[in-house]
């Protein structure tokens, strides 16, 4: 049996819920239609979907066509709600992309049929409310063409409207009017030479034509009023086939959706691809599938096992998430729907210690809508999240009253901005505090606009191992940087590692992540960095008499639209403009519309901030001052580690640089006026590599070559999911296990962290002792804080680096009331001590930090409410304890508890 997933696509207003309506009944699954205005439609089960008359989550429906298995995916329509529909995308075979035959093409339609030509899925195309007054198909048909191309081709007319069964087998495909076929033939040479020859096209020929997005069929109807119902069902039983796949594919499937049941249980929605899921399977390291559920609105059909093309939920499994891939299946691509708009989100009522409940409770939310960005800020103190719009704070608000019972409020919206860089550029970052080392150098190149950031490696094995580039380039890519000017995500630019450099005896995978970002910062600060703020393409229906101050109100926001239309009783203002002065627009515009009104935004990309000198001007971003992202570098001078500024890190750096001062000007033709190789600053430098001796290198190393050394690798090393299963299973236990070791301090309670290794070096007579046996060091140092831990009731943790030990976990333990810790592989002590106390810190615990890195307590902890040690600080305290825990055992007696600055007392029974 054939199994298709098909979604359904369109801007709001376009029939959409009723489409999914018409497909279901005259596919036999309902015995009636649902409607939005009666609130009984079969996929809108969501309580706020159908009070307000939209879809806000994605859901599905499953019935048959034939011998085929169809699974009718919708999707939301509102742009605020455009995440969601991209997740959607993911596990389509096909789409049906909708337009309302009143309002005809949409910017908003421009930009779906983009995303599904960016994905490579085939799309019917549908043409709805044609039964409205003044509707024209015609000139729907040229409208389409003409945005879309000249391979939309009428479909409607060639299969019959009959309202019998359909026909049972694909052999009764009828015969296609000679126009369509002359226009199918006319798609690719071997289809015209078919044609030719005998005068027809076989349907495997057309549908081969349709799966390759060669055309596009077109149907127009009412959905309402089921008119051309029939004729796209019959479309989707005879174009539309199940992909295949190699019988020797082992397990692939995408994870496309977080949610909840009504009575809280995790479900894990994903799309099967090959291969096959079974109940009480383990999927993931000690996380079994306990359930295998198949949706059909609100109701579901549980499973003993999953097969290929069923979407499904799965309960039980907790770590999987929205956008991942399992066995073979590829990488998921890029969404384009990211949030403009950053909220701060409050309980109605309430002070610090409520805000930080509220972030516990509502964690959850990131799992299902991972677009968020939700983040706690323990300064101000306040939550931060991302959204789309106004509608988005709306639902967001309803939502966590309704699942968690908290009213709460929002902050004013925030415009977020991104950065990028307006020329060519060469950071460099070089990290050597005491016992650590790395350099890396980093080309920063520009972008157009809307191809976000890319990475790439320039950089010779030889110089630097494929190991450390694999570090490096994983740093770059797994979070947002901000940038120089305000702070904000940088975007449109390329990265590439040129260099690098290690110690052998001093390096781990931590200081290379300390040494690219601050090249990464230091090339932002060398490039010509520019502010870019979203922009939207505008569309207002209103009544004739509003036009005039509607046009006075845009011109006073410096925004000017094209001349106005008057069309029947409406007029129509369209434009485009930065979101600045339409942000707080869609309020007034209503009350000024009297609610007649209509207005749309169509995103359109980030471009050129209008503003920008006074907005920087207003916010006053210092990127000096911001020490989770230094652009100084840190060297070794005369024994000690010294912070140099990043205009003078040149000065200072031990591999030559790659580009001359010049490099920018030569390849952008300046100068005497010829165009320069752009690889000839490389060859200048004598550190160049050709293109084909790269790729021979990477091939060699990694397999075959793609855009990205990451995708590089994996092709490389890609094997099949069986063989590498236990491998993963092994490492994601690892995590687990580290997460629940991470926990094992209770929140709320006072925790001492302690850098290990600094103490011994700080601390001389531990010094001495590790001179000759540094585990005689390790143990005396945990001696003595065991006896602090004991007398002062506290959670010590100790923290060492375990850089020498490739691939090794974190690994903990209790010793005499110690938590003792070594840190994993390409993590330094000071990063997981960042980490952990910023962790516990927004937990609610009152945390200390001691250690002997000046540098490491400026640049980790600063500002961050944590309590700071220095090394002599920690030994005055040790021997403070030690003195009164002589006193105590001389009189047998006990003293009061205090805290590091005050006196103690030895907790009762505190195990």
């Known amino acids: ?409 929002f902050g004013e919206g925030r415009i977020l901005y991104r950065e990028t860089i307006g020329r060519i550029a060469e950071g460099v970052g070089h990290f050597e505090p005491l016992r650590h080392y790395a350099e890396v150098h980093l080309l920063l190149e520009p972008l157009p606009r809307g191809s976000g950031t890319k990475l790439r490696t320039l950089c010779p094995l030889d110089t630097l191992s494929g190991e450390k580039q694999r570090q490096i380039l994983e740093l770059l890519s797994s979070e947002e940087f901000p940038g120089v000017l305000g702070g904000f995500p940088i975007t449109d630019l390329r990265i590439s590692l040129l260099s690098g450099k290690a110690s052998e005896k001093h390096t781990d995978g931590g200081d290379f992540r300390e040494a690219a970002i601050r090249a990464l910062r230091q090339g932002l600060r060398r490039a010509e960095s520019l502010l870019l703020e979203p922009w939207y393409r505008y569309r207002m229906e209103l009544p004739p008499e509003s036009l005039g101050r509607a046009m006075t109100e845009l011109s006073k926001r410096g925004l000017e639209p094209a001349s106005p239309e008057i069309r029947g009783e409406s007029a129509f203002l369209s434009g485009e403009g930065p979101l600045s002065p339409l942000f707080s627009y869609e309020r007034e515009f209503r009350e000024m519309s009297r609610g007649r009104g209509k207005l749309s935004m169509d995103f359109l990309g980030y471009r050129s901030c209008p503003g920008e000198r006074e907005l920087l001007s207003e916010w006053g971003y210092d990127p000096d001052s911001d020490l989770r992202y230094p652009s100084s570098s840190v060297f070794c001078l005369h024994g000690s580690s010294r912070i140099i500024p990043w205009d003078q890190v040149e000065k200072y750096m031990h591999l030559p640089p790659y580009l001359e001062r010049k490099r920018g000007e030569e390849e952008s033709g300046e100068g005497d006026g010829t165009r320069r190789d752009p690889e000839e600053g490389f060859r200048k430098a004598g550190h160049y590599i050709g293109d084909q001796e790269l790729e021979e290198i990477f091939v060699r190393t990694y397999g075959p070559v793609r855009d990205r050394a990451a995708e590089a690798e994996a092709a490389g090393k890609r094997m099949s999911f069986e063989k590498t299963r236990a491998e993963n299973l092994r490492r994601e236990r690892e995590k687990r296990e580290e997460r629940e070791k991470k926990d094992a301090p209770e929140r709320g309670e006072e925790a001492l962290i302690v850098d290990g290794y600094n103490m011994i070096y700080a601390f001389p007579a531990l010094r001495k002792i590790a001179e000759e046996n540094l585990d005689s060091a390790r143990e005396k140092l945990l001696e003595r804080l065991s006896n602090y831990r004991a007398y002062s009731g506290k959670n010590v943790i100790l923290v060492f680096d375990a850089y020498r030990l490739e691939r090794h976990p974190v690994e903990t333990a209790l010793r005499s009331g110690v938590r003792v810790v070594f840190t994993k592989e390409a993590q330094t002590a000071d990063r997981y001590i960042e980490e952990l106390s910023r962790r516990l810190s927004e937990e609610g615990g009152r945390v200390e930090v001691a250690s002997g890195d000046r540098l490491v307590q400026l640049i980790a902890w600063s500002g961050r409410g944590v309590s700071i040690l220095s090394a002599a600080d920690l030994e005055r305290e040790l021997e403070r304890v030690e003195e009164e825990i002589r006193r105590e055992h001389l009189r047998f007696d006990s003293a009061p508890r205090g805290s590091l600055s005050g006196r103690g007392i030895l907790p009762d029974e505190k195990s």
Do not use: W
């Open 1 to 409: 049996m054939e199994r298709l997933v098909i979604g359904i696509l369109a801007p709001v207003d376009a029939g959409k819920t009723s489409l999914s309506e018409a497909l279901l009944y005259r596919g036999g699954l309902l015995r009636s239609p649902g409607r939005v205005d009666h609130r009984d439609s079969y996929l809108d089960t969501e309580r706020l979907e159908r009070e307000r008359g939209i879809t806000i989550f994605s859901k599905q429906a499953v019935f048959s066509l034939g011998e085929k298995t169809i699974t009718l995916l919708d999707t939301p329509g509102h742009a605020d709600f455009s995440a969601e529909m991209e997740r959607a995308l993911s596990v389509l075979d096909y789409a049906i992309l909708l337009i309302s035959g009143t309002d005809g093409v949409q910017g908003y339609t421009k930009t779906l049929f983009r995303l599904l030509e960016s994905r490579g899925i085939p799309c019917f195309f549908f043409v709805n409310k044609m039964d409205r007054p003044g509707t024209d198909r015609a000139k729907r048909l040229a409208e389409l063409r003409e945005s879309f191309g000249s391979e939309i081709l009428d479909f409607s007319s060639a299969l019959s409207e009959g309202e019998g069964e359909l026909m049972p087998e694909p052999a009764d495909f009828p015969s296609l009017p000679p126009e369509l076929l002359e226009s199918l033939s006319l798609t690719e040479e071997s289809t015209m030479e078919e044609y030719l020859s005998s005068g027809k096209l076989s349907l495997s020929r057309i549908q081969e034509l349709f799966q390759k997005r060669q055309f596009f069929p077109l149907f127009f109807g009412s959905a309402l009023k089921m008119e051309g119902i029939s004729p796209l069902l019959l479309g989707i039983f005879f174009l539309m086939k199940a992909p295949s796949f190699p019988a020797s594919r082992g397990l692939s499937a995408r994870v496309f959706k977080i949610s909840r049941d009504e009575k809280g249980r995790r479900l894990s929605f994903l799309k099967l691809r090959s291969g096959k899921i079974q109940k009480r399977q383990e999927l993931l390291p000690g996380e079994k599938i306990t359930g295998i559920r198949l949706y059909s609105g609100a109701g579901y059909e549980e499973l003993s096992e999953a097969e290929p093309g069923m979407l499904v939920a799965l309960t039980g499994i907790r770590s999987l998430y929205a956008g991942q891939s399992i066995g073979e299946e590829g990488e998921e691509s890029r969404s384009s729907s990211g949030a403009v708009l950053e909220y701060s989100l409050y309980p109605a009522e309430g002070g610090e210690e409520e805000i930080r409940e509220l972030y516990r409770r509502i964690r959850e939310l990131s799992e299902e809508f991972p677009e968020l960005h939700l983040s706690y800020d323990s300064e101000i103190p306040e939550i931060r999240l991302r959204l789309m719009g106004e509608v988005q704070t709306e639902i967001l608000g309803e939502l966590i009253r309704e699942r968690f019972g908290t009213e709460v409020r």
